[in-house]
Nanobody, 132 residues
């Protein structure tokens, strides 16, 4: 059974940090393009970062660039999202997603990896709340 499980969310003060994990079971993540998305109440799901399996290239949207870092540990079959200098506007449910596609670095290069419809597998989400 293919499954993605996010963890690491919680309540943090502005300026704080969290590290989200996305653990896969039933398949090997190192063959998949992985994206991180978030959805705030009343808003559409937003792609914020992605990492290719082919060359490890990454992409970040402007709102998180310089604060968030995506990485993958193929040995642990897990992808991470390190989030620093968190802001109240980062409050949302965070999801990871996966899709197996050839030359996935192209999707990263041309910023096509932040569209939810490109992904086949989704986790259940983890809540991140940034508040004082």
């Amino acid at each position: 059974q293919v499954q993605l499980v996010e963890s690491g969310g919680g309540l943090v003060q502005p300026g704080g940090s969290l590290r989200l994990s996305c653990a896969a079971s039933g398949f090997t993540l190192d063959n998949y393009l992985i994206g991180w998305f978030r959805q705030a109440p009343g808003k559409e799901r937003e792609g914020i970062s992605c990492i290719a399996s082919s060359d490890g290239s990454t992409y970040y949207v402007d709102s998180v660039k310089g604060r968030f870092t995506i990485s993958r540990d193929n040995a642990k079959n897990t992808v991470y999202l390190q989030m620093n200098n968190l802001k109240p506007e980062d409050t949302a449910v965070y999801y990871c997603a996966a899709v197996q596609t050839r030359s996935d670095y192209v999707f990263v290069l041309f910023r096509q990896c932040v569209f939810p419809q490109r992904y086949d597998y989704w986790g259940q989400g983890t809540q991140v709340t940034v508040s004082s």
